[in-house]
């Protein structure tokens, strides 16, 4: 009992250090404190486990603050269905790079767009579900996009594993985990993405008899590659096949082309099939479907050198909406 008092006394003095000081890092409290550092990570364990305080940075340095919307849940009169719905479908980065999930993160995103909550979060459902639709056995069909776009269609499936944004809310949890997972190169949030992403990846595999699965390789040089981590963590047990990207004198992404005409051309004279096995069934798969040229000519590319005798499936882990969009940010 008497543990327990001292333990609440302590967590009260950090949460009182931490108000008055804006924020605070464990070197500054453990010599406020005195105490060891071993026994403040356990007290600020305890406060982050309570959603009393939050954290920034990453070693060595780190600053811990008050959670903003601590307990808000209690002035929000919200259905425990929709909270839920909510929590396993959203997420946002703030502007300062903190990860705020679920429905801590949407009333961060109401208040910082001055949207009432409640009434929000009913749209956000309703919208979000207006996506849902279109996903069968947790995938998107993206193929009529290929068809609608390009005079030849290589491709006899495409699929996305979501959208990257949807209207008024923007990115999709799929979307921020993306665009985070190769903007900051953070491996933890990588692995986060592959691991939600390879259940669907293997259904693929076993729906459509893939023996063979190729990885669009990256423009962007980058110390940790996405498309590389994705390759080695999915452990896959199909042969790889050899897709290399021609590094030019000026490497041009296809994010920076915004003709549908130059994003063909940049594909069709960039990516290259380093590859003299033959397979029955193919995978092709990309981090996002913009305009989808890449996928569908390097499609042509594996039907010209006539290493396919089945069929060939593309897959992008988001795809827009719209026809030809450009997802500039990935």
């Known amino acids: 009992m008497y543990n327990n008092i001292m333990v609440t006394q302590t967590n009260k003095r950090i949460i009182e250090y931490i108000n008055k000081h804006g924020q605070a890092t464990i070197k500054e409290l453990v010599d406020y404190f005195a105490i060891s550092k071993q026994a403040l990570f356990r007290h600020i364990n305890n406060l982050q486990a309570e959603n009393k305080i939050t954290k920034i940075g990453r070693p060595p340095k780190v600053y811990y603050f008050l959670k903003e919307t601590q307990k808000k849940e209690e002035f ?7 909270k839920r719905y909510i929590n396993e479908n959203y997420l946002i980065i703030t502007p300062a790079g903190e990860r705020k999930d679920g ?3 949407f009333v961060y995103w109401c208040e910082r767009n001055n949207q009432p909550v409640i009434k929000t979060a009913h749209e956000y459902k309703k919208t979000s579900d207006k996506y849902k639709v279109w996903q069968k056995e947790g995938l998107i069909n993206g193929l009529n996009k290929i068809k609608n776009t390009f005079k030849k269609n290589y491709l006899n499936y495409l699929f996305y594993l979501d959208f990257y944004s ?4 923007g990115k999709t949890k799929l979307g921020q985990l993306l665009l985070y997972a190769k903007q900051s190169q953070n491996k933890k949030i990588i692995k986060e993405l592959i ?8 259904h693929i595999i076993k729906k459509y008899k893939i023996d063979g699965v190729g990885f669009i390789p990256p423009t962007v040089k980058r110390e940790v590659q996405f498309m590389k981590e994705l390759e080695n ?3 896959l047990k199909i042969k790889k096949i050899n897709i290399a990207k021609i590094k030019t004198e ?6 920076t082309l915004s003709k549908l005409s130059d994003r063909i051309e940049n594909a069709k004279k960039t990516i290259i099939l380093e590859e003299k096995s033959f397979y029955k069934n193919i995978l092709l798969i990309d981090d996002a479907v913009g305009s989808g040229a890449t996928l569908n ?12 005798s089945g069929k060939i499936v593309g897959l992008a882990i988001t795809g827009s909406y719209k026809g030809f969009d450009i997802i500039s940010e990935i």
């Open 76 to 82: 929000y009169n919200i259905d425990k269905a929709l």
């Open 250 to 255: 000026i490497s041009v992404p296809q994010k």
């Open 297 to 308: 000519e390097t499609a042509g590319q594996v039907r010209k050198k006539k290493i396919c």
């Open 233 to 235: 963590n999915l452990s």
């Open 103 to 105: 429905w801590e993160g």
């Open 166 to 169: 949807i209207e008024r809310f």
């Open 195 to 202: 691991l939600a992403i390879k259940p669907k990846i293997e």
